[in-house]
């Protein structure tokens, strides 16, 4: 059965990247949910997609005068302020809340909604026994020594965290080999597709998928692949090679169809309300 992996959680009815999102999309019915690991100024693991704040905090209210809005140039307690309700509420990103898909009270819920620490959601995994993934991000001003991967892996030692509960994706493919020697029972994911993520890592994903002798040569077994470049003939393809392929981000119920017939083995939707239909 194809997983439904919840894209950034539900995030298209509630602010992304948090623990309500998280929450609701694990009531909704997903198997899991996909998150983004971002640095703060102070070397904090948070959740948070972007290189900068603009988009989904009221960073620039609270701190107008601030020189820079990249995450990088914040600190765990200046990020701890910000709003990601406001923010999703005035800007309504899906256009739910205007189609009435989002209850008042869903909305009076969001109004403290923080962005978590990956420490809040490694505690919300070991609590609710729901599997989470973890994209790494390549992320605009972190400090070049900075190791992701070892710190991310130290944090779901410290709070034992069962392995079996996490999956770690990223781009950069370098960082997933680092996390299996870190932890070789942490299942990894590679990312393929989009052009800026891809042409910072040195991403030939035709090359990599396609090729007979490199599929035979090296351990790839999870293909997280962007929908928008990928056929169906070539995920066939992958499948006879015993890879694994879940798309990215697929929204529109015919099309979540349409994979699902192909044998896919997981969608990233930001509508899992939706697909849940589809069982």
Do not use: C
């Given at each position: 059965m194809t997983k439904i992996i919840a894209h950034r959680g539900?995030?298209?009815?509630?602010?992304?990247?948090?623990?309500?999102?998280?929450?609701i999309a694990r009531l909704i019915g997903a198997d899991l949910w996909e998150c983004d690991v971002s640095v703060t100024k102070d070397g904090h693991l948070i959740l948070f997609h972007?290189?900068?704040?603009?988009r989904t905090t009221d960073v620039v209210k609270k701190f107008p005068l601030h020189n820079s809005f990249q995450v990088a140039d914040f600190d765990l307690a200046q990020i701890k302020t910000l709003n990601t309700c406001t923010v999703f509420i005035k800007n309504d990103p899906f256009g739910?809340?205007?189609?009435?898909?989002?209850?008042?009270?869903?909305?009076?819920?969001?109004k403290d909604e923080?962005?978590?620490?990956?420490?809040?959601?490694?505690?919300y995994t070991k609590k609710t026994g729901w599997t989470i993934n973890l994209e790494l991000k390549s992320q605009i001003g972190k400090h070049p020594n900075f190791s992701i991967p070892k710190?991310?892996?130290?944090?779901?030692i410290k709070l034992k965290v069962d392995p079996m509960l996490i999956i770690i994706s990223s781009f950069n493919h370098r960082w997933l080999e680092d996390v299996k020697n870190l932890f070789p029972d942490i299942e990894v994911q590679h990312l393929f597709g989009d052009d800026?993520?891809?042409?910072?890592?040195n991403?030939?994903?035709?090359?990599?998928?396609?090729?007979?002798?490199?599929?035979?040569?090296?351990d790839f077994e999870t293909y997280n692949i962007n929908s928008s470049i990928i056929t169906i003939d070539k995920i066939k393809f992958l499948k006879m090679q015993g890879?694994?392929?879940?798309?990215?981000?697929?929204?529109?119920?015919?099309?979540?169809?349409?994979?699902?017939?192909?044998?896919?083995?997981?969608?990233f939707t930001d509508y899992p309300q939706i697909m849940v239909t589809l069982r």
């Open positions: 539900a995030r298209s009815v509630a602010p992304e990247n948090t623990i309500a999102a998280a929450e972007d290189d900068n704040l603009l739910e809340i205007a189609a009435g898909n989002i209850s008042d009270e869903s909305l009076e819920s969001f923080k962005i978590p620490t990956l420490e809040d959601a490694l505690n710190m991310v892996v130290e944090l779901i800026l993520e891809d042409k910072k890592n991403i030939d994903w035709q090359h990599l998928a396609f090729n007979l002798d490199f599929l035979d040569s090296y890879k694994k392929v879940n798309l990215f981000t697929v929204n529109d119920k015919n099309s979540m169809k349409h994979y699902i017939d192909a044998g896919v083995d997981g969608i």
